[in-house]
DNA sequence: AAGTGGACCTGCTAGC
DNA sequence: TGCTAGCAGGTCCACT
């Protein structure tokens, strides 16, 4: 589900209503990807506030510290005045005074993580050696372009990696591959200059748009408010192998990179 | 250093 | 109807 549309749509919909509330109680449910990393306790009585993005990871304020969040696959936060009981899926509950924070997350690919500012635990390693945000606007074609030198692995893959620029998943990927006219089995060296900047500029406007229209909602997305999102009926080729291409009339084709489904159209898209 | 494949976990669907 | 194989929005880690 959450590529960063999803994780920055989620944001939007509960961080002007947690700010400044209270926790009052946390409930943990089954052990999701890493452990919390403190003693539920010591977060109680802290008071919240901005709640930042960086990659796909959600930052939430705390006075001491805070929570880096995950969706991995398959979670979903929901931000509701009163929670019913949690059900199976429901793995961590954060009770505040202005609502109760709900993670739902089936495959516990995801996680909650305390830090604080002296931290040097898990937190801290899982931010290290992220790429460059895509809206920063040091994201240009020449970044990009000078950043993919010495790499022989696909452009797609490369994409996914999330250590050039971060943010696309197996989706938005594609869609921003397919959107700049490039084949994702070009070698990330070879991508020249010109074709760099067209993918770094549909990348963008890739993960714009799908914000805007309120992520992909393809089994069960939703946003903390329970809305679900949209940019699925836009997609151009993710999930729509057989099917023809939107801008051609040629067949979408899915081949498999690096253990993952990639969809392009082999006429649109060019080494 | 970069590339590759396995691992984590559960649910759903297509096919027999 | 019931079982099984394959697939799913992520990314860390060990190994070459």
């Not at 993670?103 to 909650?112: E, H, I, M, N, S």
Request: hydrophobic share 40%.
């Amino acid at each position: 589900m959450p590529e960063l549309p999803e994780v920055e749509v989620t944001r939007l919909s509960f961080a002007a209503r947690i700010r400044g509330a209270r926790i009052e109680a946390v409930r943990l449910g089954k052990p999701l990807r890493w452990p919390l990393g403190c003693e539920p306790r010591e977060l109680l009585s802290q008071t919240l506030g901005d709640v930042h993005r960086r990659a796909k990871y959600l930052w939430l304020e705390l006075e001491r510290g805070g929570l880096l969040i995950h969706l991995g696959m398959s979670g979903s936060l929901a931000f509701v005045d009163h929670p019913g009981p949690p059900g199976a899926h429901d793995h961590f509950d954060l009770v505040t005074t202005r609502g109760t924070l709900r993670l739902t997350d089936a495959r516990r690919f995801g996680a909650v993580v305390w830090a604080n500012s002296t931290d040097t635990g898990m937190a801290k390693k899982l931010l290290a050696g992220l790429g460059i945000e895509p809206f920063d606007p040091a994201f240009t074609g020449n970044y990009l372009h000078s950043a993919l030198q010495g790499r022989r692995v696909a452009i797609k893959p490369a994409l996914l990696a999330g250590d050039i620029v971060v943010g696309a998943g197996n989706i938005y990927a594609s869609e921003a591959l397919f959107e700049a006219g490039v084949d994702p089995r070009t070698r990330g060296r070879r991508l020249s200059r010109a074709r760099a900047q067209r993918l770094a500029v549909a990348l963008r406007r890739t993960l714009q748009s799908a914000v805007e229209l309120g992520g992909s909602t393809l089994r069960d997305f939703r946003d903390a408010q329970g809305v679900a999102g949209e940019f699925q009926l836009h997609c151009a080729v993710y999930g729509r192998q057989g099917q023809p291409c939107t801008r051609c009339g040629t067949a979408i084709r899915r081949i498999v990179q690096g253990q993952r489904s990639t969809y392009f159209c082999p006429r649109c898209q060019r080494p």
